[in-house]
């Protein structure tokens, strides 16, 4: 795994500095601590940080082809290398290391923009053509790894992360206020904005190619819902965990020790239930982190899963201090606003493992694939309240609020209940975002400050509408899951999971997200998936005997942190200060009294906006490091 960054002179007569390159690759040294690499030519310039994980002693970059034409930087793992490997030398491909990176080069040369279609892997790679002038830059199937880009100056500019191309000289922060109102309503900036204007991310699934200095973008995958019309789901349950297997089989390709991150939750237990399939159990070493307060902590399943196996595990109980004092480190990865503050334990167990190994694998995607997440709960009940009028809908919820304090407990029965309220206004195309997100299109209007709130004038949640549009044929909760899959697994799971280990130089691969494995998935009906009110259904038949029973029973419980609580306490005065009046009314973005107001109300325990609350804190955070 590693970070790759560059930039051309459209005119291609330039010859770039390489003081601004290396510039650009200290800011992601992190990714990659174990080599570095540069590549200039008339027109182009290349970097390379590498995390040396496989083909140790001749895999360094950049590598050019055998004609010396083309170079390419790569981040990430094609774990089908081999067998294109062997296709390739059948068509003459002479090879000179035993890397995954020179097979992703020579796939070019014999296919073109295509390659990218016969990759199983992650990846974020950029390839220069000096013959013919042009670059070509590709971002994996799901967006595991990232990809910015941005032209100022007449110049193509590009980097693993937004960082990276701030240090170019040419390049501007400015805001881009309605990317600002979008991470107000997801919590995150979704792709393909950022958080400042005219720098792009690539998305998911999606190739670019730069020439005579325009640039073309087109989208090369899409997930596919081809739900099969006779299912059998004994004859599923075994082949999820047929192919379950060969995915994380892949994954074990390593010329370095590797682990896996241990929940206790049914994703993450699958795996290491494969892994005890393919390997000495004793070999396997699991990590998992706890935390002092019950409601938040998994620890005792994590256990449970790694004593029935008998793997080599390591676990750390966190006291609250110790996520405390790790924050400020955790704001200094987040180049982007980002709300999402399971990332702060995802951060700590990355360090943790760090330690011991340079891979991990880990259980993302399996809650957007097997409908996982309380939404999609949420998602069936309303569909069962059917034609009732939302205002009919909300009377029980309105009256349990009036029953129940708001409380600091992770989930509690107080923010499902106003949670689930709020969404009942919105129509079937933004319902979830608006049950998951922050701020809606209403409390911006009060939020922003007049004259500034660029984002009144665009639809914040345009997004999602539209590839609610691409899925509108779909099952309804396929049709939700194929948006989550998009937007919220995209641009903040996968996010926030690339971001925290890479900071702590460790690779993470994924099994539930290898393309044979979700292609056969997605096939599934819902109903498969989730069954009256039980999620997972088929995932759980699956594991039924090759797990604890307790574990598959347990409910999803995300890697949450006490937030609530924190900015009660812990983070009070930071809060506080972050908000001060003439601090707000100075950066002139949000009104000081609505603020104010907000803020009042949840230190007095009149209303749950923890979420809310939290996404400002995290933008004035991220302002005060990135834009003073």
């Not at 990759?119 to 910015?148: E, Q």
């Amino acid at each position: 795994m590693c970070g790759i960054c560059g930039y051309i002179h459209f005119d291609n007569t330039k010859r770039p500095s390489e003081n601004i390159l290396k510039s650009m690759m200290d800011t992601i040294a992190s990714r990659g601590p174990d080599d570095s690499g540069v590549f200039i030519d008339t027109g182009a310039a290349l970097g390379h940080r590498r995390l040396s994980i496989i083909d140790l002693k001749t895999g360094h970059q950049p590598i050019s082809s055998v004609d010396g034409t083309k170079t390419i930087v790569y981040n990430g793992e094609v774990y089908n290398f081999l067998e294109l490997k062997t296709v390739l030398l059948g068509k003459g491909h002479k090879f000179r290391t035993n890397s995954d990176t020179e097979v992703v080069l020579h796939a070019y040369e014999e296919y073109g923009e295509d390659c990218v279609k016969l990759f199983n892997g992650m990846f974020a790679f950029a390839i220069w053509d000096s013959a013919n002038k042009t670059l070509f830059l590709a971002r994996d199937r799901f967006g595991k790894k990232p990809l910015y880009y941005a032209s100022f100056d007449n110049q193509f500019i590009f980097g693993s992360e937004l960082k990276a191309l701030l240090k170019h000289p040419s390049v501007k922060k400015e805001i881009d206020h309605n990317a600002l109102g979008k991470y107000l309503a997801y919590e995150y900036v979704p792709s393909p904005h950022s958080i400042f204007k005219n720098i792009y991310k690539l998305e998911a699934g999606s190739r670019l190619m730069v020439k005579s200095g325009s640039v073309k973008i087109g989208r090369y995958w899409d997930i596919n819902f081809n739900t099969q019309k006779k299912f059998d789901h004994k004859e599923a349950s075994s082949r999820i965990l047929e192919l379950l297997k060969e995915s994380v089989r892949k994954r074990l390709i390593s010329d370095v020790p590797l682990g896996v991150f241990l929940s206790g939750g049914i994703d993450s237990s699958a795996v290491v239930c494969m892994m005890a399939e393919l390997m000495k159990p004793k070999d396997i070493k699991t990590f998992s982190i706890g935390f002092k307060e019950k409601s938040f902590d998994e620890s005792s399943d994590a256990r449970r899963v790694a004593e029935y196996f008998g793997t080599d595990h390591h676990e750390e109980i966190l006291d609250p201090n110790v996520m405390l004092d790790v924050f400020p480190k955790v704001l200094d990865v987040l180049d982007e606003p980002f709300a999402d503050s399971s990332i702060i334990p995802t951060y700590l167990v990355s360090r943790f493992t760090g330690k011991h190994v340079k891979v991990a694998l880990g259980g993302d995607g399996g809650d957007e694939l097997f409908l996982g997440y309380p939404s999609f709960l949420a998602h069936k009940l309303d569909g069962y309240l059917g034609l009732v009028p939302a205002s009919v809908k909300k009377i029980p919820f309105k009256l349990l609020l009036k029953c129940v304090k708001p409380s600091n407990d992770y989930m509690s029965l107080y923010f499902k209940a106003m949670r689930f309220s709020r969404g009942l206004d919105y129509s079937e195309e933004i319902r979830h975002q608006v049950w998951i997100g922050s701020f809606t299109s209403a409390e911006q209007k009060a939020l922003l400050v007049s004259g500034r709130d660029e984002s009144r004038g665009s639809d914040i949640y345009g997004t999602t509408k539209g590839f609610f549009r691409n899925a509108k044929a779909l099952d309804p909760l396929d049709r939700a899951a194929y948006i989550y899959m998009k937007t919220y697994m995209t641009d903040d799971i996968l996010t926030k999971v690339d971001r925290a280990s890479m900071a702590n130089s460790l690779e993470v691969r994924a099994p539930f997200l290898d393309t044979e494995f979700t292609d056969y998935v997605t096939g599934i009906p819902a109903s498969f998936k989730l069954r009256n009110f039980t999620t997972k259904w088929i995932l759980k038949e699956a594991l039924k005997g090759r797990l604890p029973e307790r574990n598959i029973a347990k409910p999803k419980q995300g890697f949450a942190v006490p937030v609530a609580r924190w900015l009660k306490e812990d983070l009070k005065g930071l809060l506080l200060d972050a908000f001060q009046k003439t601090k707000i009314e100075r950066e002139g973005i949000f009104n000081y009294a609505y603020i104010d107001g907000l803020i009042k109300e949840f230190l007095a325990n009149k209303n749950d906006t923890r979420k809310e609350i939290w996404a400002l804190f995290m933008f004035e955070m991220w302002y005060d490091r990135w834009m003073k």
